[in-house]
């Protein structure tokens, strides 16, 4: 439930971001401050590090509450803040809240979950391991001028930056609709079809499989159709769900994309014989608002439909109703979810290399570039991420791949692909740097058991977490690769697998892919390449 606000109270926050302009205020989960330059201190402001820095918790009055997003513009000198010139040498005294002010219960109920935040952020970039020549600062610069063409909206692609704010902006109304529909087909299926390719069901595959695991204990199944012209897959999808209550989710823009739209088809006829004229209470379409071939057919045939934003490409949709239905219909907390993307649009919106890890993580793949690596390996050491790394793979290889630029994105599944990949990795042309993603607390967990005869000879490690062991395979595995086999590493934490840290990291990949590629000087947005093969493929099939 949000918090209510009024001016005259007084609150407490964590300074999340600082600009020349004003400082960045986290509230609560729902509510954000900013502190203008000119509410820091009655004395002439240079400098607002002299007053305030990233990470600390301030007390502040609220001046002004806005009518729209959850905001609040925030005041230090109204509660006659000490002035600090050099915030390094001298001690400076925050006031006590007294015990009758406005909101204090509120206040110390919020405390555990502020110390919480400080000392586990939802994103950790660790570059202890990963070897640069270089220093991350040096770049700022450049990070300020694109970090201001980006939110100015004034560089290659600008139309396609709808993913900037949407967690701001999103229609709450289809929002509220998404859910309901969720809950129609856990009602009336067994076996729910989410029809569409690249970006059309990629992100609600990582995110489903990264929040629930393998082998998730759902009355739902999730199966995934339209994104091969594999013909066995189809017919064996087909034949599996003959006898069971099926729902069908067909995502697609334009409706043409014709591995989508071939599976669609047969799916539908599937449905309309098994279920005749009730088969369009079943299927639900994700597509333009007016535009392109699937829209007129949802119309046409009765479909719940749902809009695909124009701004917003395939590989940034996961937060839209693209992959919100399918992730709301397997279970998740799509509320949570977009609570971290709305976080994360907030906390990530600015350009300090020193506060802002997308920017760094970023601005370090640049860097491993220069020094001569041409492919970035995505690590995961669990095997519910291994489609967070497919997700990623597309989002950052459409983006980048162009006019002869980009690294080319590879991924592993270890300690698995240590037994293949490792050999190359450790001993083979250095051509690769590797981003370990890390979920620091497992989803689930058990201890190795001890057996009177060890005939396994496994009880070393008996009493022993399965989990405690995977960490001590990253580590070994982190020391081989980067001091012997002299490969950097770039570590992601991430504290655990939840909808809200999924969010936020899911946007965490879309602001550093921004500033990564037009650090390239590229169009982060299209994806001119692919058009090539289709007019090939289309040519062969007589279209």
């Known amino acids: 439930m949000k918090r209510m606000y009024m001016?005259?109270?007084?609150?407490?926050?964590?300074?999340?971001?600082?600009?020349?302009?004003?400082?960045?205020?986290?509230?609560?989960?729902?509510?954000?401050?900013?502190?203008?330059?000119?509410?820091?201190?009655?004395?002439?402001?240079?400098?607002?590090?002299?007053?305030?820095?990233?990470?600390?918790?301030?007390?502040?009055?609220?001046?002004?509450?806005?009518?729209?997003?959850?905001?609040?513009?925030?005041?230090?000198?109204?509660?006659?803040?000490?002035?600090?010139?050099?915030?390094q040498s001298k001690?400076?005294?925050?006031?006590?809240?007294?015990?009758?002010?406005?909101?204090?219960?509120?206040?110390?109920?919020m405390m555990p979950q502020w110390l919480s935040e400080k000392e586990n952020p939802m994103i950790r970039v660790d570059l202890k391991h990963a070897l640069l020549e270089e220093d991350v600062l040096s770049y700022q610069d450049e990070v300020s001028r694109i970090h201001d063409m980006i939110h100015s909206r004034s560089g290659k692609g600008n139309d396609y930056l709808g993913w900037l704010d949407w967690a701001e902006r999103y229609d709450v109304e289809e929002f509220a609709r998404i859910k309901e529909c969720a809950k129609r087909i856990q009602d009336q299926a067994e076996v729910l079809l989410v029809c569409g390719i690249g970006g059309s069901y990629l992100g609600s595959r990582a995110a489903i499989e990264m929040i629930q695991g393998p082998f998730p204990k759902n009355d739902l199944e999730i199966i995934y159709v339209g994104n091969t012209f594999s013909s066995t897959s189809v017919v064996r999808i087909l034949d599996y769900i003959k006898d069971k209550e099926v729902a069908c989710n067909v995502i697609s823009k334009s409706g043409t994309t014709t591995e989508t739209a071939l599976a669609f088809r047969m799916i539908r006829q599937f449905m309309e014989e098994k279920y005749g004229d009730d088969a369009s209470k079943r299927i639900y379409a994700t597509t333009d608002k007016e535009r392109g071939l699937l829209k007129p057919q949802a119309d046409a045939k009765g479909y719940e439909s749902f809009v695909i934003p124009d701004d917003i490409g395939g590989r940034?949709?996961?937060?839209?109703?693209?992959?919100?239905?399918?992730?709301?219909?397997?279970?998740?907390?799509?509320?949570?979810?977009?609570?971290?993307?709305k976080k994360a649009t907030f906390e990530l919106n600015n350009s300090d290399l020193s506060s802002?890890?997308?920017?760094?993580?970023?601005?370090?793949?640049?860097?491993?570039?220069?020094?001569?690596?041409?492919?970035?390996?995505?690590?995961?050491?669990?095997?519910?991420?291994?489609?967070?790394?497919?997700?990623?793979?597309?989002?950052?290889?459409?983006s980048e791949g162009k006019d002869g630029?980009?690294?080319?994105?590879?991924?592993?599944?270890?300690?698995?692909?240590?037994?293949?990949?490792?050999?190359?990795?450790?001993?083979?042309?250095?051509?690769?740097?590797?981003?370990?993603?890390?979920?620091?607390?497992?989803?689930?967990?058990?201890?190795?058991?001890?057996?009177?005869?060890?005939?396994?000879?496994?009880n070393y490690l008996a009493g022993k977490s399965l989990h405690w062991i995977n960490e001590k395979a990253f580590e070994g595995t982190l020391e081989a690769h980067e001091v012997t086999g002299g490969v950097p590493n770039v570590l992601i934490h991430i504290d655990e697998a939840n909808e809200e840290n999924l969010g936020y990291a899911m946007y965490f990949f879309f602001k550093a892919l921004a500033m990564s590629v037009y650090m390239l000087d590229v169009n982060p947005f299209d994806q001119p390449g692919v058009e090539v093969y289709k007019k090939n493929m289309f040519k062969l099939l007589g279209k």
Not at 326 to 339: Q, T, Y
Request: zero cysteines.
């Open 91 to 109: 001690d400076h005294k925050r006031p006590l809240v007294p015990s009758d002010t406005i909101g204090f219960e509120t206040l110390a109920d």
């Open 7 to 87: 001016n005259g109270q007084i609150v407490e926050g964590t300074i999340t971001g600082i600009q020349p302009y004003g400082a960045f205020v986290s509230i609560d989960e729902n509510t954000t401050g900013l502190i203008h330059i000119s509410e820091i201190s009655d004395d002439f402001v240079r400098d607002i590090r002299q007053f305030v820095s990233q990470g600390e918790r301030i007390i502040a009055k609220i001046i002004d509450v806005s009518e729209g997003p959850h905001q609040l513009r925030l005041s230090l000198k109204a509660l006659n803040y000490s002035s600090r010139k050099d915030r």
């Open 405 to 458: 630029k980009g690294l080319l994105p590879a991924s592993v599944n270890f300690s698995t692909d240590l037994h293949s990949m490792g050999q190359f990795v450790q001993d083979g042309n250095k051509v690769l740097f590797e981003t370990v993603v890390l979920v620091d607390k497992p989803i689930a967990d058990m201890v190795v058991p001890t057996e009177a005869d060890d005939l396994d000879q496994m």
């Open 316 to 341: 940034f949709s996961v937060i839209t109703p693209v992959g919100l239905l399918p992730m709301a219909a397997a279970g998740l907390d799509i509320d949570k979810f977009m609570a971290g993307v």
């Open 356 to 398: 802002n890890p997308a920017y760094v993580y970023a601005v370090v793949r640049r860097m491993l570039e220069k020094q001569g690596k041409s492919v970035e390996m995505f690590v995961s050491y669990e095997s519910h991420l291994v489609f967070l790394a497919e997700w990623w793979k597309q989002l950052f290889g459409e």
